[in-house]
């Protein structure tokens, strides 16, 4: 009975969040923070990743909510838009993980301090270029999340924008890097400990 109390209610709110009203949207995220922040937890084991993954994906719902089907159940569409953000971070997890181990089996090395001078100021002047080739905005984003260690929140809140927005800049500014470094890096050791200088 329980359930299908709350089917009605959702069914009720989402056909009024379709029409562009707020505070069934508040009800919505209201209702289901909680649960989905926990769902979240689960998995990235993180406070602050489950809360930008909850974020992002009410931040969905609202962009894309004029395609809502009343009919469908709003919990199962609500926990799809979560899972695939909460597969993603893990993704990109692991491939952080597994670059920092390959740049370790690659290290420099240390006593050599002489080399590791040259080289670091050598990839001081590849990142400061990569940088560039990002727009104002981007490089904002990006330095206040990996020179400044802001939160996505942080910086949605200091910039004034949405934390959906913060997370696309972060995301085309990787691939801006990544794709100029790939290219114009000589080798791939050169590619590795340019990413781990970025905390990529």
């Known amino acids: 009975m329980y359930a299908t109390d709350t089917l009605i209610d959702d069914r009720e709110l989402v056909l009024r969040l379709i029409d ?28 602050e990743f489950a809360e930008d993954i909850f974020q992002d994906a009410f931040t969905v719902v609202w962009q894309t909510r004029r395609f809502i089907n009343p009919e469908a159940s709003f919990s199962s569409y609500l926990y799809t838009i979560v899972r695939n953000r909460i597969l993603n971070q893990l993704r990109d997890m692991a491939n952080e993980d597994q670059l920092k181990e390959q740049i370790l089996s690659q290290a420099i090395d240390s006593t050599n ?10 990839l001081k ?68 400990l340019i990413l781990l200088c970025l905390n990529l």
């Open 125 to 192: 002047e590849i990142i400061a270029r990569a940088l560039e080739q990002l727009t104002p905005r981007q490089r904002e984003v990006f330095k206040m999340s990996r020179e400044l260690q802001m939160s996505h929140k942080e910086i949605a809140e200091a910039l004034g924008v949405s934390v959906h927005t913060v997370q696309e800049h972060i995301s085309l500014s990787l691939k801006v890097i990544r794709s100029y470094l790939t290219k114009y890096s000589s080798t791939s050791a050169d590619v590795l």
């Open 113 to 122: 301090e002489t080399n590791n001078h040259v080289l670091l100021n050598d």
């Open 20 to 47: 562009g009203d707020e505070e069934a949207f508040c009800e919505l995220y209201a209702a289901y923070k909680n649960r989905l922040l926990y769902f979240a937890l689960k998995f990235v084991k993180s406070r």
